[in-house]
Nanobody, 118 residues
Framework: VQLQASGGGLVQAGWSLRLSCSIS????????IGWFRQNPGKEREFVAG????????KYTDSAKGRFTVSRDKANSVVYLQMNNLKTEDTAVYYC????????????WGRGTQVTVSS
């Protein structure tokens, strides 16, 4: 598969953004799609993930209650709805895929910048 993240931008604290991860290629039943973020000089951080077939989701503690990950099977898109954004959410956001049986996310798309101003 190939992934392309989009939807980033500059917003004020408290506002919302919806990121999209467009997926092309064959999508296997057990594929997992994850959202990650990274700032310069810092480690990449897992934010949220979803299993393509079951829709089961997982969130990091900082995302719970504010972010929602979902998928649109018909259009092969995974979304990350981010509400009540905080300045600490500022980062480059990436979507990634974990192939069935893989231990790690092994396919990465280009990131999209999210900047939250106070």
């Amino acid at each position: 598969v190939q992934l392309q993240a989009s939807g980033g931008g500059l917003v004020q604290a408290g506002w919302s953004l919806r990121l999209s991860c467009s997926i092309s290629g064959f999508i296997s039943d057990d594929l997992a799609i994850g959202w990650f973020r990274q700032n310069p000089g810092k480690e990449r951080e897992f934010v949220a993930g979803i299993y393509w077939t079951t829709g089961r989701t997982k969130y990091t503690d900082s995302a719970k209650g504010r972010f929602t990950v979902s998928r649109d099977k018909a259009n092969s898109v995974v979304y990350l709805q981010m509400n009540n954004l905080k300045t600490e959410d500022t980062a480059v956001y990436y979507c990634a895929a974990r192939s069935p049986g893989a231990d790690e996310y092994d396919v990465w798309g280009r990131g999209t910048q999210v900047t939250v101003s106070s």
